[in-house]
């Protein structure tokens, strides 16, 4: 069964909501303009309730099917946008400096409310669907807060489901894979505090740019050296700051950076090897090192089942030979995890085409993704709500 007629139809409203929130964007909790948007469809879209507050900013839609017989659906969307500077040259290019939806999460919230309008029309399933619209994915953990605001007893969800653009995948295709599918992030802040100086005397220092270069290079060794090769683990280093002057070796310097695991046994020995290595390099310079070191997402790990049900839903969409049901994990991360270890669920990739990819100030959302999407979470909401 092709895309529904219906959300071919409302493409271009879907696209000019889309381009809308493409405009205002809004950055982790703040997204108050955005919630504002979603909260008034909702509510001209008829839907039996319409709940706000949720997670600080979140917003829940429930609309009941024709028969109610208990069974709630979560769908969910993000709707945050990240701290860069746009540079499509788009018409509806962000108008706040230095904010952008660089990940897409306008077309996810755009796609979500164009299911729901059609689901409000038809009601075509048993029990009830909720649509959720979450603030603060990129860093923020909004989907924990929804998940701590009692979000899942509230509206009785039983099984819950997530969406994200990916570029380089054709519209028109989905993606998914059983089990971890998304990594466990983590930050760190690392302080090296040695004896600055004059840097035409660097024997009378304890230099902190030369010890914290060897930092960054020996933690390139947790990946190459210290974790089992098979397994999959990121540790990058992505802020180095020290000194202000040519001819002065700075007292302190600061590294900053993340770590990417699919497993909890190896972000643990992760973290090992940085101390470890935090205190070797410590003891052989005399310098001071601390390691700050702050767990954030957990694992997104999809749920069997309903895994199995996602991709047999996608075909329905999009045709069985355009639905990868075992794409390789990715490294980012993503906070969904918090809503898949509350509920069993999973997690979907669709096609946003050729574009730029996620966190870049050149790309854009591909309104041509909208149908394939709308469609998605249609059929899923359906055929899950079957009566």
Same mark, same amino acid.
């Given at each position: 069964?092709? +895309? ?152 009785? +969800? ?68 210290? +974790? ?93 030979? !355009? ?28 096609? !946003? ?35």
């Amino acid at each position: 069964m092709p +895309i529904l007629n219906r959300a071919a139809e409302m493409q271009e409203e879907i696209a000019a909501w889309r381009r809308h929130l493409h405009s205002i964007p809004e950055l982790n909790f703040g997204t108050h303009k955005t919630s504002d948007f979603v909260t008034g469809k909702l509510k001209e879209f008829g839907c039996d309730e319409v709940v706000t507050g949720l997670g600080r900013t979140g917003v829940v839609g429930l609309i009941r099917g024709r028969h109610g017989d208990g069974r709630t659906v979560g769908l969910r969307a993000d709707m945050d946008a990240l701290p860069i500077t746009e540079k499509t040259g788009k018409p509806y290019a962000s108008s706040v400096p230095g904010v952008m939806h660089a990940c897409g999460h306008d077309g996810h919230t755009a796609m979500l409310l164009g299911a729901a309008k059609y689901l409000a029309e038809t009601r075509n399933f048993s029990g009830a669907v909720a649509v959720i619209f979450q603030p603060a994915e990129e860093g923020g953990g909004g989907g924990h807060e929804m998940v701590k605001d009692g979000m899942m007893e509230r509206f009785a +969800i039983e099984r819950v489901f997530g969406m994200h653009n990916m570029p380089g995948l054709p519209i028109g295709q989905f993606a998914t894979r059983p089990g971890a599918i998304m990594a466990a992030t983590a930050e760190f802040t690392i302080t090296v505090t040695g004896k600055g100086g004059h840097a035409a005397m660097p024997h009378r220092t304890i230099d902190s740019i030369v010890i914290g270069s060897q930092l960054v290079m020996a933690l390139q060794t947790i990946a190459s050296r210290g +974790i089992d090769p098979v397994e999959s683990v990121v540790v990058s280093v992505t802020k180095f700051h020290g000194g202000d002057a040519y001819n002065v070796i700075p007292e302190r310097v600061q590294i900053a950076g993340t770590v990417r695991s699919l497993k909890d046994a190896v972000a643990a020995t992760a973290r090992a090897r940085m101390e470890a290595i935090c205190a070797g390099i410590a003891a052989a310079s005399q310098a001071s090192i601390h390691l700050e070191y702050e767990p954030n997402y957990p694992v997104t790990v999809n749920h069997s089942e309903e895994t199995t049900f996602a991709c047999d839903v996608a075909a329905t969409v999009a045709g069985e030979p !355009n639905v990868n049901r075992a794409v390789p994990p990715v490294m980012g991360g993503e906070d969904f995890s918090y809503m898949l270890e509350a509920r069993p669920g999973a997690f979907i990739f669709v096609g !946003n085409g050729d574009t730029a990819n996620l966190h870049h100030p050149g790309y854009d959302f591909n309104d041509e993704a909208i149908p394939h999407g709308v469609s998605y979470w249609v059929r899923l909401a359906e055929t899950a709500l079957a009566a």
